[in-house]
Nanobody
Framework: QVQLAESGGGLVQPGGSLTLSCAGSGSRFSFDQMGWYRQAPGKQRELVAS???????LYGDSVQGRFTISRGSAKNTMYLQMNSLKPEDTALYLC???????????????WGEGTLVTVSS
């Protein structure tokens, strides 16, 4: 059974930094893409950043230039370096990954349970 486990969340002051980690287990294969989403109370889930297994990245407009996503050297690991944090970055951050399972592009998606980031003074 594939599982994604996030870590690294916590309370940080505005302007501070945090690094989130996501480790996937239970898969013989490398994920084709991994990413971070976040969900704040009363808001829709939004993409924070994603990275393909070839290293192509995509960032949400609100975090561009402040956050950096990377894949780890271990299979199916991923990090999110968050700098210049703002109160509006407060949310539950969820690790997401998918694997393409056939030539038509069908995929299987996986989600972690999330790690809470709170930016407050």
């Amino acid at each position: 059974q594939v599982q994604l486990a996030e870590s690294g969340g916590g309370l940080v002051q505005p302007g501070g930094s945090l690094t989130l980690s996501c480790a996937g287990s239970g898969s013989r294969f490398s994920f084709d893409q991994m990413g971070w989403y976040r969900q704040a109370p009363g808001k829709q889930r939004e993409l924070v950043a994603s990275i393909t297994n070839s290293g192509n990245t995509l960032y949400g407009d609100s975090v561009q230039g402040r956050f950096t996503i990377s894949r780890g050297s271990a299979k199916n690991t991923m990090y999110l370096q968050m700098n210049s944090l703002k109160p509006e970055d407060t949310a539950l951050y969820l690790c997401h990954a998918y694997r393409i399972v056939n030539v038509e592009g069908a995929r299987v998606d996986f989600w972690g349970e999330g790690t809470l980031v709170t930016v407050s003074s």
